[in-house]
């Protein structure tokens, strides 16, 4: 998936002076050998390979409609995540009763909320983050969480690379509230359209920046999205390289 030269025209024009990004699905994804060791507390045998090979599969599960926001946080986040992770159970062709997986979901949850266990680094996502500083741009963290991103961020020495990490369980505010995105550019001293939000929710990430005048680009590697009202890139690697490109 990748933007048209117009839109990509459209998308980078004016030059930003920052970028803010979304963290599951964008920068970083499931760890299937976390994931699978949490599993294992709970005495269920899970494949770390076929974990993350159920990405697709459960993100097609988890697309969202058009004109409908996404909500993971109305008790948050904790019904969401423990529903995905038993779906990533099941996806993964996990052996075990419905009990016993419903006992490991719950599990892989409550130590996902101790170590975050979205942290697989996306293919050429730490390259890009450092070409884009080398251009001069300001990177940023917008994301919905739990509390632990800035923390995981730290632990696969991607934290350097951001000015600033906005957590919403940290900050109070959840994408798409315009508030969370008016403090990501107070704390990087810049106004709306100096800015572009990059991330893979249609409603928290594109509807919720464009509100507040942030242009916005959809991370959408399975072509989920046709619909989107912003310009789609199958990762933050194709991103870079037509930003970096469109200033040439």
């Known amino acids: 998936m990748a933007a048209s030269y117009q839109e990509a025209t459209l998308l980078f024009k004016p030059w930003p002076r920052a970028i803010l990004f979304d963290a599951g699905f964008t920068l970083t994804f499931h760890d299937g050998a976390r994931i699978a060791a949490y599993?294992?507390?709970?005495?269920?045998?899970?494949?770390?390979?076929?974990l993350e090979a159920a990405e697709r599969a459960l993100r097609q599960e988890l697309r969202e409609t058009d004109g409908v926001v996404m909500r993971t946080h109305h008790d948050g986040g904790f019904s969401w995540h423990q529903h995905m992770y038993r779906r990533l159970l099941d996806l993964a062709g996990t052996p075990g009763a419905p009990a016993s997986l419903d006992a490991a979901a719950a599990t892989i949850l409550s130590e996902h909320r101790l170590s975050n266990a979205w942290r697989r680094i996306g293919a050429g996502v730490r390259e890009?983050?450092?070409?884009?500083?080398?251009?001069?741009?300001?990177?940023?963290?917008?994301?919905?969480?739990?509390?632990?991103?800035?923390?995981?961020?730290?632990?696969?020495?991607?934290?350097?690379?951001?000015?600033?990490?906005l957590d919403s369980?940290?900050?109070?505010?959840?994408?798409?509230?315009?508030?969370?995105?008016?403090?990501?550019?107070?704390?990087?001293?810049?106004?709306?359209?100096?800015?572009?939000?990059?991330?893979?929710?249609?409603?928290?990430?594109?509807?919720?920046?464009?509100?507040?005048?942030i242009r916005a680009a959809l991370i959408d590697p399975y072509d989920f999205y046709p619909w989107?009202?912003?310009?789609?890139?199958?990762?933050?690697?194709?991103?870079?390289?037509a930003l970096l490109a469109s200033r040439a």
């Not at 917008?142 to 990490?165: A, H, K, W």
């Not at 989107?228 to 390289?241: G, K, M, N």
């Open 228 to 241: 989107s009202r912003a310009p789609r890139f199958s990762d933050v690697a194709a991103l870079t390289q």
């Open 39 to 50: 599993a294992a507390k709970a005495g269920v045998t899970a494949d770390a390979s076929a």
């Open 169 to 213: 369980s940290v900050v109070g505010f959840t994408k798409p509230d315009p508030r969370i995105y008016r403090l990501a550019l107070e704390r990087l001293g810049i106004g709306p359209a100096e800015a572009i939000m990059v991330g893979d929710s249609p409603s928290a990430d594109v509807d919720g920046a464009q509100a507040v005048g």
């Open 128 to 165: 890009s983050l450092e070409r884009l500083r080398a251009a001069g741009l300001k990177l940023a963290v917008v994301s919905n969480s739990e509390g632990t991103i800035e923390q995981m961020l730290v632990e696969i020495d991607l934290r350097p690379l951001f000015e600033t990490v």
